[in-house]
């Protein structure tokens, strides 16, 4: 999904805070569905993990991403379930091709979220989480 925030437009896969006593996987399952409308899935494998700083009302925050593996069929995504602040920053969904993605110039988070696609679908899921970079 592409969002509007401190670096510009971003496109950024669903996911979110972890709230207090929810495990990663049910935030997961949460989050996927507040910001995409797809529900009646299970967690995959988690496949990697980055460290960024983010900016929130002002502040730098330094967090850590999982990501997981979530096979889907294609679906139309709806934004019915987002969250007020995410509903503000939100721009648009759209289906990538993964060589797409590897060529744009646009700004995705992780950077080089389509080499660590290509890598994905070339080689399968790592047999550890592997740190994405910024």
Do not use: C
């Not at 925030?5 to 805070?17: A, E, Q, S, V």
């Not at 949460?30 to 995959?44: K, V």
């Not at 990697?48 to 979530?70: C, K, M, N, P, S």
């Amino acid at each position: 999904m592409k969002i509007s925030g401190w670096m510009g437009d971003l496109w950024i896969t669903p996911g979110g805070r972890i709230r207090m006593g929810e495990t990663p996987e049910a935030a997961l399952v949460r989050e996927i569905g507040e910001e995409t409308g797809l529900a009646g899935f299970q967690p995959g494998v988690e496949i990697w993990i980055r460290h960024a700083t983010f900016i929130v009302d002002g502040q730098a925050q330094a967090e850590r991403e999982q990501f997981y593996l979530v096979p889907s069929a294609r679906f139309e995504p709806e934004t019915s379930n987002l969250e007020p602040d995410e509903r503000a920053v939100f721009r648009e969904f759209r289906w990538w091709p993964i060589e797409e993605i590897a060529r744009s110039k646009e700004l995705f988070a992780p950077r080089r979220l389509g080499q660590l696609l290509l890598a994905l679908r070339r080689d399968g899921p790592p047999p550890s989480p592997i740190e994405t970079g910024e």
